[in-house]
């Protein structure tokens, strides 16, 4: 039973994903106090953290920086506002995901699930042989007329630059596209835009994509330095 620690001072919030969690078969531990938590964290360290950013005492990235000074153990966080999503991405804090509140127990456990996947193929490459040598082909279905993409059968629930960038990547897979080429081509004012603009969707469509399938998120790559490409 994977174990997960939950700091998070809003009952509601808490009570839900506890309970989606434990109908999962999550072993789950919740702390309202930053300080709480990261004892909890220390004397029983769990297989991720999902970790709120405006709590009581210390916020969500100062917990983050001190378990990254000894652990590697991912963490989830949920965010309230636009401008803490900004930092979760500026910020090198090295979380390995977020969710934007309100969200769907369901597409959390999902995401957990899947972070954790991820940690153990990384870490454990011989203990999955199926996931690494068979991972799943990420289906990829565009219907210009609806302008819409399907993931696996399902239709994502894109926004309109979240449409326009995957369809950009997808017709010419492989191809490395820079952020600037990205922005003229997607946003009809690129001046206005920023580089990091193009960072924080393509994180969200990943995130979408990884909702049904964990191996789509990964054929969006980041060539670093140069840019994004589709990798089919
Ligand atoms: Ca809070």
Redesign the pocket.
């Known amino acids: 039973m994977p174990s997960v620690l939950i700091v998070?001072?809003?009952p509601a919030i808490a009570d839900t994903l506890i309970y989606a969690l434990r109908s999962e078969n999550f072993e789950v531990t919740h702390h309202i106090t930053g300080q709480e938590g990261l004892e909890h964290f220390q004397k029983h360290p769990p297989d991720l953290a999902v970790l709120?950013?405006?709590?009581p005492d210390i916020n969500g990235f100062d917990i983050c920086r001190k378990i990254r000074e000894s652990s590697t153990t991912p963490v989830l966080f949920l965010t309230?506002r636009d401008s803490e999503i900004d930092q979760v991405l500026g910020l090198e804090i090295g979380a390995d995901d977020y969710v934007t509140k309100p969200f769907s127990p369901r597409a959390v456990v999902a995401r957990i699930r899947a972070i954790l996947r991820r940690a153990q193929d990384s870490t454990h490459p011989s203990a999955t042989p199926s996931s690494v040598t068979h991972p799943e082909p990420a289906l990829l279905d565009h219907c210009e007329e609806t302008m819409s993409i399907a993931c696996s059968g399902y239709p994502l629930d894109l926004t309109a630059h979240e449409y326009k960038l995957l369809s950009i990547l997808l017709a010419q897979p492989g191809r490395v596209f820079t952020r600037e080429q990205l922005l003229e081509q997607a946003w009809e004012d690129p001046g206005s835009a920023m580089d990091r603009t193009i960072d924080a969707h393509i994180k969200s469509l990943r995130a979408k994509l990884r909702e049904h399938s964990v191996t789509a998120a990964d054929t969006i790559q980041t060539r670093r330095g140069l840019g994004y490409t589709l990798v089919l």
């Open positions: 998070e001072d809003e709120d950013i405006g709590l309230a």
